[in-house]
């Protein structure tokens, strides 16, 4: 079957890295995202790994390794506004995408 | 980069009546927009792939004749909760693929649904 694991929450603090980890089992691979959604709101496109290895993009970076099924998303330099979930969604052979329940990243002063 | 807008944000109505929720690409056109639907402190769940100038895909366990999907241009996509009922109320967003190759989809602001 395909399926998407994430922590459920994570806590971190303010200026500090935090790192979230994400394994993913689908039917053919078409990609990873990840997602930021406040609460209340609807998710922001963050970051798009096809090939394998870091992908920067200010203060966040994208890591994918397809072999291992796995992906990660790097928070640097921590902000209260950081505070938020993060949905990792991996893109199956059909182009659809199957969502993880998010990580809820918990920010502290 | 790409806008989706969606409209309602809000939405109060009472029981039995229908609501009808719109989603636009603003800037580029959506051949292909998605439904989804949260529950609070839930992630999304897809209920329907609609494609433009045909029926809408529905997931496994989404009713078609309460939750009515109508895409008729490259633009716009609608949602109509048929006869409201108190558990349909929840957070309905649609989302839609851009024109990149990255997939990348952008989604619509949300509609928050409360039925009395």
């Known amino acids: 079957g395909q399926n998407i694991d994430q922590p459920t929450e994570m806590t971190a603090t303010e200026g500090a890295i935090v790192q979230i980890n994400c394994t993913y089992q689908?039917?053919?691979?078409?990609?990873l995202f990840w997602y930021q959604q406040h609460a209340g709101e609807a998710p922001t496109f963050l970051s798009y790994?096809?090939l394998d290895g870091l992908e920067e993009k200010g203060r966040f970076s994208s890591f994918l390794s397809r072999s291992k099924g796995y992906s990660y998303l790097l928070l640097k330099e921590l902000q209260m506004k950081d505070s938020a979930s993060y949905l990792c969604?991996?893109?199956?052979?059909?182009?659809?995408?199957?969502w993880g329940a998010g990580t809820k990243l918990i920010i502290k002063p | 980069g790409a806008v989706v807008s969606q409209h309602p944000s809000w939405v109060i109505c009472k029981s039995g009546t229908s609501v009808k929720i719109e989603c636009r690409s603003l800037d580029f056109q959506a051949t292909t927009m998605f439904w989804y639907r949260q529950f609070p402190k839930q992630s999304l769940m897809l209920m329907a792939t609609?494609?433009?100038?045909?029926?809408?895909?529905?997931e496994q366990g989404v009713e078609k004749d309460k939750f009515l999907i109508n895409h008729a241009s490259l633009t716009l996509s609608t949602l109509t909760v048929t006869s409201a009922h108190p558990e349909d109320s929840s957070f309905y967003i649609c989302s839609a693929k851009g024109g990149r190759d990255t997939g990348e989809l952008f989604f619509g602001e949300g509609s928050r649904l409360t039925v009395l």
């Open positions: 790994n096809v």
């Open positions: 689908t039917s053919g691979f078409n990609g």
């Open positions: 969604a991996a893109m199956d052979s059909n182009y659809q995408l199957i």
């Open positions: 609609s494609n433009e100038g045909s029926k809408a895909t529905y």
